[in-house]
Nanobody, 114 residues
Framework: QVQLVESGGGLVQPGGSLRLSCAAN????????MAWYRQAPEKQRELVATLTRGDTKNYADSVKGRFSISSDYAKNTVYLQMNSLKPEDTAVYYC????????WGQGTQVTVSS
């Protein structure tokens, strides 16, 4: 069974940085793509960034130039580096493994506030 465990969330001031990690118990290279989503209170879950097996990266317009997705296949871990954080980035961030079935982590809370 695929398990994804996110970590790295927390409270940060506006303009600050955080790096989220998503550790998998399987070979993440077996998935066509890995992704990060987020869900703010009373809002729908939205796609933040994707990383394909071919190393193509895509970002939501709202995070372009500030967030960066990467992976360490040796560690079966995907990262989301978040810089210049804004209050509107506050959300629960979820890791997703995209295959024939989508697998989700439990989420990690990111709060951007002064």
């Amino acid at each position: 069974q695929v398990q994804l465990v996110e970590s790295g969330g927390g409270l940060v001031q506006p303009g600050g940085s955080l790096r989220l990690s998503c550790a998998a118990n399987v070979n993440i290279f077996s998935f066509p793509a890995m992704a990060w989503y987020r869900q703010a209170p009373e809002k729908q879950r939205e796609l933040v960034a994707t990383l394909t097996r071919g190393d193509t990266k895509n970002y939501a317009d709202s995070v372009k130039g500030r967030f960066s997705i990467s992976s360490d296949y040796a560690k079966n871990t995907v990262y989301l580096q978040m810089n210049s954080l804004k209050p509107e980035d506050t959300a629960v961030y979820y890791c997703n493994a995209e295959g024939n079935t989508h697998y989700w982590g439990q989420g990690t809370q990111v709060t951007v506030s002064s």
